[in-house]
C-alpha cells in the first residue's frame, strides 16, 4: 500500500549542481546543512532554497540576458513568471548560501561585502542594481526536477540547474544555515556516504551517480541539455518486505514510463540511500 499522506503546499525551489575540474577530476560542491535544520539537517546537499515572491519581479526580465520565455521553456515550464523567479532565486540562493555569484557584475565590485549586505537582510534586487548585475541564464542549465513525496512535512517543486564556478570566485559556507563545505568527486562522495561520513537525500544520490559518468563540466552540460529535464516525483511505498522509494516506471508507482536511467526503487539501509536491487 502507499504510505503517501494528505497533501501539504508543496512550494518552488531551485538547486545548483556546481562543477570544477581539479587536478583530481570533476568535482562538485556540497554544503553541509545545520543538523537543527527543518528540512534534512545534518545532510549534504548542493546550494539552493525556495523561490521567494521578489524573485519574479518583472524588474529582474532587464537583469537577464534573453527573453524570459525562452528560460522558461528550457526548464520545461509554461508561465514566465515561474520560468523567471526559479533563475532568480537559483542565482540568489547560490551566492548566499555558497558565495558564487552565477552573474556578472560592475568592476572592482566586493563579493563577499555584497554577499555579507544579504545575509543582514538587504534585498537581493537592490543589491543587483548596486553592482550592476548581469544574469547570463546560459551559465545555468536546467538538469532536472524532483518534487518531495507526500509524507515529508515539507515540500518542494525543486528544479536542479547545472553551473560551473567562475574562475575567478571561491566557494564557501554561510555559517548559518550550513555548518561546513567541501568540494568532492561525485563517486567520492557516494563512498563518504555509504562510509558514513556524510548523509545524502535521495535526488542527490541519483544527482552523484549521474555526475560520476563524466569527466569533465562540458560533457555534463552537454547531456544535460540533450533532453528535456525529467520529472520525478517518487512515492513512499509500504509493505509486508518494508517500505521504499518508487520512481517512475516502478511496478508501485502511478508513471509507467521511467524518467531516469537505473533502478526504479531506492531502499534506506544503514542510513544510506541505495537502487533497490
Not at 552573474?103 to 544579504?118: F, K, N, P, Q, Y
Request: net charge negative; with cysteine.
Amino acid at each position: 500500500m502507499s504510505g503517501d499522506t494528505p497533501d501539504k503546499p508543496i512550494r518552488d525551489a531551485s538547486t545548483v549542481i556546481i562543477l570544477r575540474e581539479a587536478d583530481e577530476g570533476l568535482e562538485t560542491f556540497l554544503l553541509c546543512r545545520h543538523h537543527q535544520s527543518g528540512f534534512m539537517g545534518g545532510a549534504h546537499v548542493f546550494p539552493g532554497g525556495k523561490v521567494d515572491p521578489s524573485d519574479a519581479e518583472p524588474s529582474w526580465g532587464a537583469r537577464v540576458d534573453r527573453p524570459t520565455e525562452e528560460i522558461t521553456a528550457a526548464l520545461g515550464e509554461t508561465d514566465p513568471e515561474i520560468g523567471l523567479g526559479l533563475l532568480v532565486a537559483a542565482v540568489r540562493e547560490t551566492f548566499e548560501e555558497a558565495g558564487v555569484l552565477l552573474a556578472d557584475a560592475a568592476a572592482g565590485v566586493d563579493l563577499s561585502a555584497t554577499r555579507e549586505r544579504l545575509h543582514g537582510g538587504a534585498s537581493f534586487s537592490e543589491l543587483a542594481s548596486e553592482i550592476d548585475m548581469k544574469i547570463d541564464s546560459r551559465a545555468l542549465t536546467p538538469y532536472a526536477r524532483w518534487i518531495t513525496p507526500k509524507m515529508e512535512s515539507r515540500r518542494f517543486d525543486t528544479r536542479f540547474y547545472v553551473a560551473v564556478v567562475p574562475e575567478d570566485q571561491t566557494a564557501s559556507h554561510d555559517g548559518t544555515e550550513t555548518t561546513s563545505a567541501t568540494w568532492l568527486r561525485p563517486a567520492g562522495a557516494i563512498e563518504d556516504m555509504v562510509a558514513g561520513r556524510i548523509k545524502l537525500a535521495p535526488p542527490t544520490v541519483r544527482t552523484l551517480d549521474w555526475l560520476a559518468q563524466f569527466d569533465d563540466a562540458k560533457s555534463v552540460i552537454a547531456d544535460a541539455l540533450s533532453r528535456k529535464p525529467p520529472l520525478v516525483r517518487p512515492r513512499l511505498v509500504t509493505g509486508t518486505d518494508g517500505w521504499f522509494l518508487a520512481l517512475p516506471g516502478d511496478p508501485e508507482h502511478p508513471e509507467s514510463d521511467p524518467v531516469l536511467p537505473g533502478a526504479t526503487r531506492m531502499v534506506f539501509d544503514n542510513g544510506v540511500w541505495r537502487d533497490a536491487p
